[in-house]
């Protein structure tokens, strides 16, 4: 029995030690907390200096861009040559001379200043010049401010439009021109139209700083609600699309529409609380927002925090554990070990279970799985009761239970450490997938298992099959151009040889055949590797998409041909479809342009030779046919029609690469191509689909 000193004693001296305890606990979280604090102030002060810098840069910036702008304007009216040239191209009377000295001022003007457009309206609000030419008419918005810029009497700023007919977002100086020969009457209004997507949205949209949320906004108000001027971030088409109520004041962009500026707090138009920046851009109607998401710039706060928490507990689990030890390491000492080597037995677990690698345990004598982390259960479809009653052949039906035993009697006789293989694994709903397999034995202290570790190897087939399927390619292009380009430097060699037995000889005439030749041996391979860079460029080398219809495309191509047409006397019947394509419109081009040539050289002896273009169908499984009433194609031959350097007619001109550029140009657009013929004097159909330039334009025409 423990007298009763030695109890008070180790009572008092346990009340002494936790109250010391309680003392330093008290101290080190109070530290915590006032450095936290701190922290937290000087992250968000920080954080708004950062936005209010980056507001100031972008409004600057967009202010230095506006007055550039009326500069140009202002250099325009201050001019009286140029007053007086715009006099003589308008007025019909002085010949097409003046007007072509116009347009090519205006030309150098447009190139010069980077503007997209340029049009000229006469005193009466008339279009009398556009350059360049072709562009669809004036937008309505912009004729209605030309009678209003001629009173102005100086340049002024068309804000943020949308064309109505090209729907696309623009900008203008309207500049007035006045005649000072005539009382400073207004001679009309040169309109330099300005594409914002060349340098206005790049220098909004562009952030100094990696940042996954923050983004600049540039808006107006628009009678009682906020207008939004730029593309969004995170919502597409908004750009003078997206509008919201000027009354929702907690909404960054409507404070600032509303004349507000400094740093606040909010949220923006996915309704994400914020931290903003704003700011009126002076002498306009827009005001900028420079937000970050309060997530991403209380970040560091919250790290701090976590941080801060752990070390106070570690701080302070330390000192509870430096006093418990004192007293209790002898009594406690076993009993946290144990809870030791269970805490670590449960993490292991965890581990394994979070692994993105399929693990199982299973038992060598029955080989039913003993374990199964979460990734082989979501992979195979079953759940945890169903897999403890299958086995590993179970799963992969390329092996038998004898097989998969004798695969592995090397690792239960101890002769090898791992076996890695690949082989076939089958889900709960019959789907198979590759895997590859890394098993091995382990010891444990009362049994041995099986520890297999599997990977997912679906992508590396699929790359290997590429990969295979490239190599192919290249081996087939590499003996088309060593065949193709065998030819003419056979020639090239064999004539040099008879060049200078005829030069030795003094023969002019034969030498002048002997020089033909060879020049035309390297006209020819010239053209094989033009075509040849020309079909390597595809799909590395791409024009910017641009919207059309299949009418333009194919009317564009028929120009291209129109000579051949002409000379042979062929007719060709185009179809009235007007279906929409978006893509790059030179290859577009190329498509149509090769097969209507293609289908003039294999007119034949026909009395009436035609040529039938058109579309089946108007969604992205619209398929476009080029049909004549030619020679037609042999069955024998119809498979080797879009392999490179192909000629079904060795006399006609050509290298053979136009259909195999058609192939890989259809392929690019995600489509496929084939042709149909009866048989030789039959005619010839090709037919071939463009599904990604089709969805691109139902894309673009989307409000």
């Not at 628009?222 to 907690?250: I, K």
């Not at 560091?300 to 007293?327: D, E």
């Not at 998969?404 to 709960?428: D, N, S, W, Y």
């Not at 190599?471 to 193709?484: K, N």
Request: a neutral charge.
């Amino acid at each position: 029995m423990i007298p009763s000193t030695v109890l008070a004693t180790t009572k008092r001296a346990s009340a002494v030690l936790f109250t010391l305890f309680l003392i330093l606990s008290a101290g080190i979280i109070g530290v915590g907390g006032l450095s936290f604090r701190a922290f937290t102030r000087s992250t968000r002060v920080a954080a708004e200096h950062q936005l209010a810098a980056i507001a100031e840069l972008k409004v600057n910036g967009l202010t230095r861009w506006r007055q550039e702008r009326l500069a140009d304007g202002a250099v325009l009216v201050a001019n009286p040559s140029f007053s007086a040239l715009l006099r003589r191209g308008l007025d019909a009377s002085q010949g097409m001379g003046p007007r072509e000295e116009l347009q090519t001022w205006l030309q150098s003007y447009l190139d010069s200043h980077h503007y997209n457009e340029v049009r000229v309206f006469d005193a009466q609000g008339e279009v009398r010049l556009t350059i360049p030419a072709g562009q669809p008419p004036a937008s309505a918005v912009s004729r209605a401010l030309v009678p209003e810029a001629m009173r102005s009497g100086k340049p002024t700023f068309q804000d943020f439009y949308r064309n109505d007919h090209t729907h696309r977002v623009h900008l203008a100086v309207l500049v007035p021109i006045i005649d000072d020969r005539n009382g400073r009457a207004p001679l009309g209004v040169v309109a330099l139209r300005i594409d914002p997507g060349i340098y206005l949205y790049p220098f909004i949209e562009t952030w100094p700083i990696p940042s996954a949320t923050a983004e600049t906004l540039l808006i107006r108000r628009q009678g009682d609600t906020v207008l939004y001027l730029n593309e969004l971030r995170f919502r597409t088409h908004t750009a003078l699309a997206l509008t919201v109520p000027l009354a929702t004041m907690t909404l960054v962009a409507a404070a600032a529409a509303a004349g507000r500026e400094g740093t606040v707090e909010g949220v923006d138009y996915r309704g994400i609380p914020v931290l903003a920046a704003l700011r009126q851009v002076p002498g306009s109607p827009w005001a900028l927002v420079a937000k970050i998401d309060r997530a991403e710039s209380e970040a560091p706060v919250r790290a701090r925090l976590w941080l801060m928490l752990l070390v106070v507990a570690a701080l302070v689990a330390g000192v509870g554990a430096g006093f418990a030890l004192l007293w209790r390491h002898q009594i406690h000492g076993f009993e946290r070990d144990k809870l030791r080597e269970a805490q670590e037995r449960v993490w292991l677990q965890d581990v394994i279970s979070r692994s993105l690698n399929e693990i199982y345990v299973f038992t060598p004598d029955t080989l039913h799985f003993r374990f199964v982390n979460a990734c082989a259960l979501r992979n195979l479809g079953f759940g945890e009761a169903e897999m403890a009653a299958l086995t590993p052949v179970d799963i992969k039906p390329e092996f038998t239970v004898e097989q998969f035993r004798a695969m592995v009697q090397p690792l239960v006789a101890g002769e090898r450490e791992v076996l890695t293989f690949e082989t076939i694994h089958r889900r709960k709903d019959g789907s198979d997938y590759p895997v590859e397999v890394y098993l091995q034995r382990i010891e444990l202290p009362d049994e041995r298992v099986f520890l297999a570790v599997i990977n997912d190897i679906t992508a590396r087939k699929k790359r290997q099959a590429e990969l295979a399927t490239k190599s192919e390619e290249l081996e087939r292009f590499t003996y088309a151009i060593s065949h193709d380009l065998k030819s003419p430097l056979v020639t090239v060699t064999t004539f040099l040889g008879f060049l200078e037995a005829d030069i030795a000889r003094g023969d002019a005439e034969k030498v002048r055949q002997d020089s033909d030749f060879i020049r035309t041996a390297a006209e020819k391979m010239s053209q094989l590797l033009g075509e040849l860079l020309e079909m390597s460029r595809l799909g590395r080398v791409v024009n910017p998409p641009v919207a059309t219809t299949f009418r333009e495309i194919v009317d564009e191509a028929l120009g291209l041909v129109a000579g051949q047409i002409a000379t042979r006397g062929v007719q060709v019947v185009v179809s009235d479809d007007e279906l929409a394509l978006t893509g790059d419109r030179p290859r577009l081009v190329e498509i149509w342009q090769n097969l209507i040539d293609n289908a003039v050289k294999f007119a034949g002896d026909a009395t009436a030779p035609c040529i039938e273009v058109g579309v089946e169908g108007n969604g992205p499984d619209a398929v476009f046919f080029v049909r004549d009433n030619g020679v037609g194609i042999d069955p024998r031959f119809q498979g080797k029609v879009f392999t490179l350097f192909e000629k079904l007619d060795p006399a006609l001109p050509g290298t053979g690469l136009g259909l195999a550029l058609v192939k890989r140009i259809v392929e690019l657009n995600g489509g496929t191509i084939s042709l149909s013929s009866p048989g030789k004097g039959h005619g010839t159909c090709f037919r071939f689909t463009l599904p990604d330039a089709i969805r691109a334009a139902q894309k673009e025409a989307e409000p």
